[in-house]
């Protein structure tokens, strides 16, 4: 069964810094694109950083300069380290892979979450 579990959410002041990481598990990694979403209290999840399974990187507008989305296929893990963090980033983030593939269509798996709070 196919897994994303995301880890290095917590609290911490603006300004600070946090690294999120998402192991996959039971899928063809280096064949999916991987993502990261959030989703703020009364707000749409929404897109935060993508990464194509061919390097190619997204970021929302919100967070381009200061959010850098990698991957490492050896591991089977995808990281977004945030830096210079404001309270506006608090959300759950969530880890999301998507590939196309042959006969299968669009494949889609969602991790379970991890809470990054930021105080003022």
């Known amino acids: 069964q196919v897994q994303l579990v995301e880890s290095g959410g917590g609290l911490v002041q603006a300004g600070g810094s946090l690294r999120l990481s998402c192991a996959a598990s039971d899928i063809i990694f280096s064949a999916y694109n991987m993502g990261w979403y959030r989703q703020a209290p009364g707000k749409q999840r929404e897109l935060v950083a993508r990464i194509t399974s061919g390097g190619t990187t997204n970021y929302a507008d919100s967070v381009k300069g200061r959010f850098t989305i990698s991957r490492d296929n050896a591991k089977n893990t995808v990281y977004l380290q945030m830096n210079s963090l404001k309270p506006e980033d608090t959300a759950v983030y969530y880890c999301?892979?998507?590939?196309?593939?042959?006969?299968?269509?669009?494949?889609?798996?969602w991790g379970q979450g991890t809470l990054v709070t930021i105080s003022s």
């Open positions: 999301n892979a998507d590939a196309t593939v042959g006969g299968l269509g669009r494949l889609e798996h």
